[in-house]
């Protein structure tokens, strides 16, 4: 390894420790360890080096961003909805916006997905595809890295371009929770039991939750805040249109579940939006994931149905084309942290990718940080010591919904649209997000 390697591993596990300076017991009593060990990066620091801000023909750029309505999964439009379907309005309104692209340019259009089968979802999206009319010699894969499934898709489209394998590509994510529920197939290895991280690794998702808000001294009255200012923001960006730019509106049909009757119907926003929620409101609730605690269906991400789209291509082919530049793609980072406070994983990416963009963390104008739960969300937002005001200003996963895979396309699409919405000191971006297992992942864009 080189010493500028070294160097660069050295001062991430320096930073990884700052987040153990509290020491608290997790579950079974267990202590994270702060060595090399639990340290992954995937980085991409040559997006913005040599060229920083400058402009040249060889940058990665965004020339479109969609998504659909998030809706409740079992209860909301598009519970009915197939995953193919999805993936045909995401992909097919994407090819509309940019009409200037020639679908036989495409060198590859890579899916996030997380809960649906393997091979059957990769069925889907190329089944996707065709509905929306791509030609044939276009393909398609899927990828999963959990919660940041979107975002990586977006990631690997824009290595795939800058190390010229193709000039323009399709990055997307979609997540049908109404009919992929989260579950555990199959047994468990009893050999991880004799490991810890590796155990830990199988600690639910709530669980993880409460060891934050208890390592860190969250209270429920913090989440609570949380998640109602979540709602707040989401409901009033709603009532004036912000959403609408970004929306792609999905004709599908809806299954009556007495009746069985089969309706068509045109699902255009986000139902999983609760106006007038207040602290009051949810302090009601009562703790799902640990008798005592703070976690509830009010201050956690809600489970739904969605799909997101994201195209990158190189600066010279949007040029060429004549599209419309939304923004560079300037750095990403994926980092592991430990698997039972898993929730701490943007606190960690974020950092991380700034530097790979040659930026600080206070230099970023605007934040999409998903919202898993309140009690993450608000360790992050404190721990990098972010102003509220800059992070999920139109709301986040706890009022929008969270469908896994298409998370990243979906908090994309929502950072680029309100910052073209803004004036033109709003340059810099981040799209973060926690990773079950133990993971963050982090993307800087600028815009242009």
């Given at each position: 390894?080189?010493?500028?390697?070294?160097?660069?591993?050295?001062?991430?596990?320096?930073?990884?420790?700052?987040?153990?300076?509290?020491?608290?017991?997790?579950?079974?009593?267990?202590?994270?360890?702060?060595?090399?060990?639990?340290?992954?990066?995937?980085?991409?620091?040559?997006?913005?080096?040599?060229?920083?801000?400058?402009?040249?023909?060889?940058?990665?750029?965004?020339?479109?961003?969609?998504?659909?309505?998030?809706?409740?999964?079992?209860?909301?439009?598009?519970?009915?909805?197939?995953?193919?379907?999805?993936?045909?309005?995401?992909?097919?309104?994407?090819?509309?916006?940019?009409?200037?692209?020639?679908?036989?340019?495409?060198?590859?259009?890579?899916?996030?997905?997380?809960?649906?089968?393997?091979?059957?979802?990769?069925?889907?999206?190329?089944?996707?595809?065709?509905?929306?009319?791509?030609?044939?010699?276009?393909?398609?894969?899927?990828?999963?890295?959990?919660?940041?499934?979107?975002?990586?898709?977006?990631?690997?489209?824009?290595?795939?371009?800058?190390?010229?394998?193709?000039?323009?590509?399709?990055?997307?994510?979609?997540?049908?929770?109404?009919?992929?529920?989260?579950?555990?197939?199959?047994?468990?290895?009893?050999?991880?039991?004799?490991?810890?991280?590796?155990?830990?690794?199988?600690?639910?998702?709530?669980?993880?939750?409460?060891?934050?808000?208890?390592?860190?001294?969250?209270?429920?009255?913090?989440?609570?805040?949380?998640?109602?200012?979540?709602?707040?923001?989401?409901?009033?960006?709603?009532?004036?249109?912000?959403?609408?730019?970004?929306?792609?509106?999905?004709?599908?049909?809806?299954?009556?579940?007495?009746?069985?009757?089969?309706?068509?119907?045109?699902?255009?926003?986000?139902?999983?939006?609760?106006?007038?929620?207040?602290?009051?409101?949810?302090?009601?609730?009562?703790?799902?994931?640990?008798?005592?605690?703070?976690?509830?269906?009010?201050?956690?991400?809600?489970?739904?149905?969605?799909?997101?789209?994201?195209?990158?291509?190189?600066?010279?082919?949007?040029?060429?084309?004549?599209?419309?530049?939304?923004?560079?793609?300037k750095s990403f980072s994926a980092v592991g942290c430990p698997?039972?406070?898993?929730?701490?994983?943007?606190?960690?990416?974020?950092?991380?990718?700034?530097e790979r963009a040659g930026v600080k963390v206070s230099d970023?104008?605007?934040?999409?940080?998903?919202?898993?739960?309140?009690?993450?969300?608000?360790?992050?937002?404190?721990?990098?010591?972010?102003?509220?005001?800059?992070?999920?200003?139109?709301?986040?996963?706890?009022?929008?919904?969270?469908?896994?895979?298409?998370?990243?396309?979906r908090c994309m699409a929502t950072l680029l649209h309100e910052?073209?919405?803004?004036?033109?000191?709003?340059?810099?971006?981040?799209?973060?997000?926690?990773?079950?297992?133990?993971?963050?992942?982090?993307?800087?864009?600028?815009?242009?």
């Open positions: 390894m080189s010493n500028n390697n070294t160097n660069n591993a050295m001062k991430r596990v320096e930073r990884l420790k700052t987040h153990f300076v509290v020491s608290a017991p997790l579950l079974n009593n267990e202590s994270s360890t702060t060595n090399n060990s639990f340290v992954e990066r995937q980085e991409t620091s040559f997006f913005s080096s040599p060229f920083g801000s400058s402009k040249h023909p060889d940058d990665v750029v965004i020339v479109c961003a969609l998504r659909t309505p998030i809706t409740r999964a079992r209860k909301g439009g598009l519970k009915d909805t197939t995953a193919d379907d999805l993936v045909a309005t995401v992909l097919a309104a994407a090819l509309r916006e940019t009409e200037n692209i020639n679908a036989n340019d495409i060198g590859d259009v890579v899916v996030g997905s997380v809960l649906g089968d393997s091979s059957q979802r990769a069925n889907e999206c190329r089944i996707g595809m065709f509905l929306a009319g791509f030609p044939v010699k276009v393909p398609v894969r899927t990828v999963n890295r959990q919660c940041s499934s979107g975002l990586q898709a977006c990631a690997d489209v824009a290595s795939a371009i800058k190390a010229g394998y193709y000039e323009v590509g399709i990055a997307a994510g979609v997540e049908t929770m109404s009919k992929n529920p989260m579950k555990w197939d199959g047994g468990f290895n009893p050999k991880a039991a004799s490991v810890t991280n590796a155990q830990n690794c199988l600690i639910p998702m709530g669980v993880t939750s409460e060891n934050v808000a208890a390592k860190w001294h969250i209270s429920r009255e913090t989440q609570d805040a949380f998640a109602a200012e979540s709602h707040r923001r989401a409901a009033e960006a709603r009532r004036n249109g912000k959403f609408k730019s970004q929306i792609v509106p999905v004709v599908t049909k809806i299954i009556d579940k007495e009746t069985k009757e089969e309706k068509e119907i045109v699902v255009s926003e986000d139902d999983g939006i609760r106006e007038g929620v207040t602290v009051e409101n949810l302090a009601k609730l009562k703790p799902v994931f640990k008798k005592g605690g703070s976690t509830t269906a009010g201050n956690a991400s809600q489970v739904s149905d969605g799909a997101g789209v994201v195209i990158l291509c190189k600066r010279s082919y949007a040029t060429k084309n004549g599209l419309k530049i939304m923004a560079k793609w698997p039972e406070i898993m929730g701490i994983g943007p606190a960690v990416a974020i950092p991380d990718a700034c970023i104008n605007l934040f999409e940080l998903n919202e898993a739960f309140a009690s993450q969300a608000s360790y992050c937002v404190n721990h990098l010591k972010l102003s509220k005001d800059i992070v999920n200003v139109n709301g986040g996963a706890i009022a929008l919904g969270h469908p896994l895979g298409a998370t990243g396309a910052m073209h919405s803004r004036d033109a000191s709003c340059k810099l971006g981040v799209v973060s997000m926690c990773i079950g297992s133990g993971m963050g992942a982090a993307a800087v864009v600028e815009r242009e």
